[in-house]
């Protein structure tokens, strides 16, 4: 028996060693990657704390090929956490950095590689299955669900909402020329009150309302807590989710910001009935009012009507972070910024304000803003899982950074320059043959953004005005007189990417401008009135 007992003991040693030198390691037939390692795989080589991820995904891009795999395995190490917080389902993450990989996996697959990874925080703040509208990972939920965002924001649909977008706008330059110092909170308000718009009915005044500052704060608040490192990684080790409540301080949290939001989202959502009831027209266009009017399937009440809550958080700062990163190209480039000046000029002159149907005729504005898009893209990945062509339950990565920042597409990726869209259709090195498409920026499959045709139109209008009726500068320090550089690499690491704080001088470029979007501004509050609260 001893000598039994000795051979088992052995055969089980030898065991756990080769489980323990294996668990990690790369399985056959994955695409090659970064070396792994026993127990961590690639863990101990990812940006602590989650900085930068996409630059260091990018950086193993051109080392190891458009696809490439990373290995995860849910230990107790600290730079697991910058895996956004998700559960890598397999312990696999498929990377794809060119735009043919990112066509054959993704953008034809359909539905079977479109369900999102869960997030536990995300689901705590998320009451009445707000997240699951982005985390759901049923593909018929998404399937009646697209097909509502599509009838919604078709191309032809988004054209009643010009004249909101043209007022709104107006009401934007009017804030920039009082408030210049105030910038950052102007452009938020402007894009938070036209998604508010579309998805509600309802405006926002300023960005200092009660409800706007709320809104706010908790979607500032949720950002920060799936930023990686805040919290454990509870879908990477699901062991955390069963802490006692005393020991668990994210549980407050999450109960605090869905309490907030769920407040948020009731009133708005009563409003629209109680709008439909009496019959007031812009209840009824709106998301909101169309989902009541139109009906839902049986039981998916609760989850559809959150998609108002869920519109409001994606809208409110994509758009956004476009135009702070215009205004701080704007401000450093004034060579960039005094051609698409001059072309505006003799386009438009200054006898009345942009219009939509004038972006066509600005090919020089038109670079500019597909260099923003390219140069700092506001989703810098994508995140999808796979159930077929690679391991199941694996995440498939989008690396849009990593497809924008290729040297063998683009010619010098890491500088700013509008002018290579001028030479090329997608700013690519010219005669490349490439599978590259336009709305890349706005994601890919059937993940890919409902709302890019209204995001266009929005940032194409916004970016005419402000070039239009305004002049970007650096700011000066009050001591020196000298200028405040800015940092053109001074971005924040969430979801949607965009500037950190920045100071720059902004200013009516004539009299003339100053006066014409002051008559315009009283024509802009009287259209906008029917979205307010009477």
């Known amino acids: 028996m001893p000598q039994t007992f000795d051979l088992l003991l052995v055969a089980l040693t030898a065991w756990a060693v080769v489980f323990v030198l294996r668990f990690g390691h790369r399985q056959q037939g994955l695409p090659p990657g970064p070396p792994t390692v026993p127990l961590l795989g690639n863990a101990h080589m990812l940006p602590r704390d989650g900085k930068d991820m996409y630059f260091k995904l990018t950086e193993w891009a051109r080392r190891y090929g458009d696809i490439f795999s990373v290995r995860v395995n849910p230990l107790p190490h600290r730079r697991i956490q910058c895996l956004l917080q998700i559960k890598v389902g ?5 990377v794809l950095s060119s735009p043919t990989a990112i066509k054959e996996i993704v953008d034809k697959s359909g539905w079977a590689g479109s369900a999102r990874p869960k ?7 998320g009451s009445g299955g707000e997240f699951n509208i982005l985390f759901t990972s049923d593909c018929e939920r998404l399937r009646n669900l697209r097909r509502t965002f599509a009838r919604f924001f078709s191309p032809q649909n988004i054209l009643r909402y010009v004249p909101v977008q043209i007022a709104e706008s107006t009401l934007l330059l009017d804030d920039l020329i009082a408030h210049p110092e105030d910038f950052s909170d102007s452009i938020r308000r402007f894009s938070h009150s036209l998604a508010k718009i579309m998805a509600y009915g309802r405006r926002a005044q300023s960005f200092h309302d009660d409800e706007v500052q709320r809104f706010y704060t908790s979607l500032d608040e949720i950002i920060h807590a799936l930023t990686p490192g805040v919290y454990p990684p509870f879908d990477l080790l699901p062991v955390f989710k069963y802490i006692p409540p005393p020991f668990a301080p994210w549980r407050a949290f999450g109960r605090r910001i869905a309490a907030v939001r769920t407040g948020i989202h009731t009133r708005l959502y009563e409003d629209v009935w109680r709008r439909q009831a009496a019959g007031d027209e812009e209840s009824i266009e709106c998301f909101i009012g169309k989902i009541i009017q139109d009906g839902v399937p049986e039981g998916e009440e609760e989850f559809y009507s959150y998609t108002g809550l869920a519109l409001l958080d994606a809208g409110s700062d994509t758009s956004g972070a476009f135009l702070l990163s215009l205004v701080l190209c ?10 698409a000046r001059e072309e505006m000029d003799a386009v438009v002159g200054i006898g009345r304000l942009p219009t939509l149907e004038d972006f066509p005729k600005l090919p020089y504005l038109n670079a500019f803003v597909k260099e923003i898009l390219r140069f700092r893209p506001q989703f810098p990945m994508g995140l999808q899982y796979k159930d077929h062509l690679v391991p199941k339950g694996s995440v498939v990565v989008l690396n849009t950074y990593g497809v924008f920042h290729d040297p063998e597409i683009f010619e010098d990726p890491e500088a700013f320059n509008p002018e290579r869209f001028l030479n090329s259709e997608f700013g690519t090195r010219p005669d490349m043959d490439t599978d590259l498409r336009d709305n ?7 993940r890919i953004c409902p709302g890019q045709w209204v995001a266009r139109s929005t940032i194409h209008l916004a970016s005419m005005h402000m070039v239009w009726a305004l002049k970007f500068s650096e700011a000066r320090d009050s001591t020196t007189g000298e200028p405040i550089l800015q940092d053109l690499d001074c971005y924040t690491n969430h979801f949607v990417v965009m500037p950190r704080p920045f100071k720059c001088k902004i200013e009516p470029r004539t009299t003339e401008h100053r006066n014409l979007v002051a008559q315009a ?10 979205y307010e609260t009477t």
Do not use: H, W
Not at 119 to 125: G, M, P, Q, S, V
Not at 333 to 338: N, V
């Open 119 to 125: 997030n536990y925080i995300a689901e705590l703040c």
């Open 440 to 446: 890349l920026a706005f994601g890919g499959g059937r």
């Open 330 to 339: 704007l401000a450093v480039f004034p060579e960039y910024q005094e051609r």
């Open 90 to 94: 397999s312990g696999t993450m498929i």
């Open 521 to 530: 501004r009283d024509d802009a509050k009287q259209y906008l009135s029917r």
